[in-house]
């Protein structure tokens, strides 16, 4: 919605200010240059990025036009299944959930939370850290700093798209440039003979290359860029929440403990209240 919006603002405003300042739509009318600029950024994209990487930012655009994915009741949806595998753990014993662990479409704790259990990536760094803490006695530091190095991993390729997408960005108002000389180029062959009006016409036209690349730089693309870095970071705070938990249990803390610490990672128009979140878990036990 957002995305729809500010681009709404972006176009409105630049053609509200051309127009009422004297100037003529039809001016900035130029498909060809349009072709030149799009079509040598999209692809110096294709040629300095893997394919993973193209089919991500199709994604994550795509993404921008959803709301995000961790809300404020998946987190408590997320703090619940966390605290009902802790506390199975602390009264039955680390072996209690062994099953759980290995099979979690089949486990009646993940079952509980459909959507959690929906995100393979989610589940994945779940059970591998729990498989770990049933596997033996893990040192806290240990397994948090093995936890920090594997969500700098996943930190670094979900923010992979935004930065491709934001090289693109960078070299757009270049390629604006490219289609302005090669409008001169054109201007300079037909010189001769030509009177003023249709030179001046000529290089009015070119400059509108170096404007749509301007324009579609900083006014979408690098926007784009940032909103897909942003929700990156954001759906990166549901796996350091987990981190904390787990790291906070193996230190010794008892669930609900272990639960408040990971709490007070998540900001503030996400995060439930300390009562709020006390009678959720009360309810999940």
Same mark, same amino acid.
């Given at each position: 919605?957002?995305?729809?919006?500010?681009?709404?603002?972006?176009?409105?405003?630049?053609?509200?200010?051309?127009?009422?300042?004297?100037?003529?739509?039809?001016?900035?009318?130029?498909?060809?240059?349009?072709?030149? %600029? #799009?079509?040598?950024?999209?692809?110096? *994209?294709?040629?300095?990025?893997?394919?993973?990487?193209?089919?991500?930012?199709?994604?994550?655009?795509?993404?921008?036009?959803?709301?995000?994915?961790?809300?404020?009741?998946?987190?408590?949806?997320? *703090?619940?299944?966390?605290?009902?595998?802790?506390?199975?753990?602390?009264?039955?014993?680390?072996?209690?959930?062994?099953?759980? !662990?290995?099979? +979690?479409?089949?486990?009646?704790?993940?079952?509980?939370? $459909?959507?959690?259990?929906?995100?393979?990536?989610?589940?994945?760094?779940?059970?591998? #850290?729990?498989?770990?803490?049933?596997?033996?006695?893990?040192? +806290?530091?240990?397994?948090?700093?093995?936890?920090?190095?594997?969500?700098?991993?996943?930190?670094?390729?979900?923010?992979? +798209?935004?930065?491709?997408?934001?090289?693109?960005?960078?070299?757009? +108002?270049? *390629?604006?440039?490219?289609?302005?000389?090669?409008?001169?180029?054109?201007?300079?062959?037909?010189?001769?003979?030509?009177?003023?009006?249709?030179?001046?016409?000529?290089?009015?036209?070119?400059?509108?290359?170096?404007?749509?690349?301007?324009? !579609?730089?900083?006014?979408?693309?690098?926007?784009?860029?940032?909103?897909?870095?942003?929700?990156?970071?954001?759906?990166? &705070?549901?796996?350091?929440?987990?981190?904390?938990?787990?790291?906070?249990?193996?230190?010794?803390?008892? $669930?609900?403990?272990? %639960?408040?610490?990971?709490? &007070?990672?998540? *900001?503030?128009?996400?995060?439930?209240?300390?009562?709020?979140?006390?009678?959720?878990?009360?309810?999940?036990?």
């Amino acid at each position: 919605m957002f995305l729809i919006i500010g681009s709404a603002i972006v176009l409105g405003s630049v053609i509200m200010g051309f127009t009422l300042s004297g100037g003529s739509l039809i001016l900035l009318w130029h498909p060809l240059e349009v072709v030149i %600029i #799009c079509g040598a950024a999209l692809g110096s *994209f294709v040629i300095s990025n893997p394919a993973k990487v193209l089919k991500a930012v199709l994604a994550g655009v795509m993404g921008l036009f959803k709301g995000p994915r961790y809300q404020r009741n998946d987190y408590v949806d997320l *703090f619940k299944l966390l605290y009902d595998i802790l506390m199975k753990a602390r009264k039955e014993g680390m072996l209690s959930i062994e099953a759980h !662990v290995d099979d +979690p479409a089949s486990s009646d704790i993940f079952a509980r939370y $459909p959507r959690i259990l929906a995100d393979r990536h989610m589940i994945e760094f779940i059970t591998d #850290c729990l498989r770990l803490m049933v596997g033996g006695n893990l040192d +806290p530091h240990e397994l948090e700093s093995m936890l920090e190095y594997e969500l700098e991993t996943h930190h670094h390729e979900a923010s992979e +798209p935004a930065h491709a997408l934001q090289k693109v960005a960078d070299a757009l +108002p270049g *390629f604006g440039i490219v289609a302005a000389v090669m409008g001169i180029i054109n201007t300079m062959a037909s010189i001769a003979g030509a009177d003023v009006a249709t030179i001046g016409e000529k290089v009015a036209a070119a400059l509108v290359g170096t404007f749509i690349g301007i324009l !579609v730089a900083y006014g979408f693309v690098a926007p784009i860029s940032a909103a897909m870095e942003k929700r990156a970071s954001d759906e990166g &705070k549901a796996f350091e929440l987990v981190k904390m938990a787990l790291v906070s249990s193996v230190r010794g803390y008892a $669930p609900a403990v272990a %639960i408040e610490f990971a709490r &007070k990672l998540l *900001f503030a128009d996400v995060r439930p209240s300390f009562s709020d979140l006390g009678t959720e878990l009360k309810g999940a036990r």
